[in-house]
């Protein structure tokens, strides 16, 4: 059992003012058996109101609208939480593909998390599904195996990948980080037809050293009859532990984002992300990451440069 407190700020700054910026954000942390959240506290830019509800996948989602005119826009969130991922332990469970089926029958959103995305490389899925041997094996172990392998012939890459890039694109190069890593986990899991969830949250660092520690991370839960929801790593081949923090779960990146949305205007748009991760015994942890966002398109970037070519003509004027 574990205690942190984390500080999630995301900040994003235009280089001419904006307007009508909506957005939607998941960084309430998820409350469940092995999560108790203690605290936690939102602070957003001119101070909007929130309005808060929850989604298919159980997840609280705030929804968000700032009219007025601005060049920066700041999400900060404070967490306390306690998490206890021993209370669930992964090697007891021997249940089959064949009472998942069961289990399925039951139950529509199983079903949803059951199938796999229609990709073009879906033959090296079905190749590495192959070489791993998938015949008279609990789903524990499929899990763990599939995880083994994506830990040990994909290789761990920072600033390779963007949050646009395809899981087809990551199956030929088998380069990347957690959240790449956990959609061909989804995708080999599914296609068994194991119902698997991708999740979005934190990995506290600790003395071992983990991938991906300090900072928002992804991982893969699947659904086991016996112990419900179990938490998988791929990035570092590990069952989850009271270092993983879960923020919220879904089919995949795009349900989860933890801060999304749009505005009017035209200008060049930046966003940084800092997460800082605070012990019980005093240790402290930060990160700070510059994102890659979406290129912009040619007909913007025109626009941006005659704007930027006015701008300057004016001041060379007065």
Same mark, same amino acid.
């Given at each position: 059992?574990?205690?942190?407190?984390?500080?999630?700020?995301?900040?994003?700054?235009?280089?001419?003012?904006?307007?009508?910026?909506?957005?939607?954000?998941?960084?309430?942390?998820?409350?469940?058996?092995?999560?108790?959240?203690?605290?936690?506290?939102?602070?957003?830019?001119?101070?909007?109101?929130? %309005?808060?509800?929850? &989604?298919?996948?159980?997840?609280?989602?705030?929804?968000?609208?700032?009219?007025?005119?601005?060049?920066?826009?700041?999400?900060?969130?404070?967490?306390?939480?306690?998490?206890?991922?021993?209370?669930?332990?992964?090697?007891?469970?021997?249940?089959?593909?064949?009472?998942?089926?069961?289990?399925?029958?039951?139950?529509? %959103?199983?079903?949803?998390?059951?199938?796999?995305?229609?990709?073009?490389?879906?033959?090296?899925?079905?190749?590495?599904? &192959?070489?791993?041997?998938?015949?008279?094996?609990?789903?524990?172990?499929?899990?763990?195996?599939?995880?083994?392998?994506?830990?040990?012939?994909?290789?761990?890459?920072?600033?390779?990948?963007?949050?646009?890039?395809?899981?087809?694109?990551?199956?030929?190069?088998?380069? !990347?980080?957690?959240? &790449?890593?956990?959609?061909?986990?989804?995708?080999?899991?599914?296609?068994?037809?194991?119902?698997?969830?991708?999740?979005?949250?934190?990995?506290?660092?600790?003395?071992?050293?983990?991938?991906?520690?300090?900072?928002?991370? %992804?991982?893969?839960?699947?659904?086991?009859?016996?112990?419900?929801?179990? !938490?998988?790593?791929?990035?570092?081949?590990?069952?989850?532990? &009271?270092?993983?923090?879960?923020?919220?779960?879904?089919?995949?990146? %795009?349900?989860?984002?933890?801060?999304?949305?749009?505005?009017?205007?035209?200008? +060049?748009?930046?966003?940084?992300?800092? +997460?800082?991760?605070?012990?019980?015994?005093?240790?402290?942890?930060?990160?700070?990451?510059?994102?890659?966002?979406?290129?912009?398109?040619?007909?913007?970037?025109?626009?941006?440069?005659?704007?930027?070519?006015?701008?300057?003509?004016?001041?060379?004027?007065?």
């Amino acid at each position: 059992m574990a205690v942190f407190k984390i500080v999630h700020i995301t900040k994003y700054q235009y280089n001419w003012p904006i307007k009508e910026s909506v957005n939607e954000i998941r960084l309430y942390p998820y409350n469940f058996a092995n999560q108790d959240v203690l605290q936690f506290q939102l602070s957003i830019t001119n101070n909007p109101e929130v %309005a808060v509800s929850t &989604d298919n996948f159980g997840n609280q989602v705030g929804n968000f609208s700032t009219l007025e005119s601005h060049t920066e826009l700041v999400i900060e969130s404070r967490i306390v939480v306690r998490v206890n991922h021993s209370l669930k332990i992964p090697e007891i469970d021997h249940d089959t593909l064949e009472d998942l089926t069961k289990e399925k029958e039951k139950s529509i %959103a199983l079903l949803r998390y059951s199938y796999p995305d229609v990709i073009t490389k879906q033959n090296i899925i079905d190749e590495i599904l &192959d070489e791993i041997g998938t015949e008279d094996k609990s789903i524990v172990m499929l899990a763990q195996e599939c995880s083994s392998y994506i830990y040990n012939r994909f290789t761990y890459s920072k600033g390779i990948t963007t949050i646009y890039t395809t899981l087809d694109e990551i199956l030929v190069t088998r380069e !990347g980080v957690c959240q &790449d890593f956990a959609h061909v986990l989804l995708q080999l899991m599914r296609t068994k037809g194991i119902p698997a969830r991708y999740v979005s949250g934190y990995i506290c660092p600790n003395k071992v050293g983990l991938r991906g520690e300090g900072a928002t991370h %992804a991982w893969v839960e699947i659904y086991s009859p016996t112990q419900g929801w179990l !938490g998988i790593d791929p990035t570092n081949n590990i069952w989850t532990m &009271d270092n993983h923090v879960k923020l919220s779960v879904g089919l995949n990146f %795009a349900d989860c984002s933890p801060v999304k949305g749009t505005f009017k205007g035209i200008a +060049v748009q930046s966003l940084s992300v800092f +997460v800082s991760i605070g012990y019980e015994d005093g240790r402290h942890f930060e990160e700070f990451n510059d994102v890659q966002l979406e290129e912009i398109p040619e007909d913007v970037k025109a626009q941006l440069e005659y704007i930027e070519q006015a701008r300057q003509q004016h001041i060379q004027q007065q």
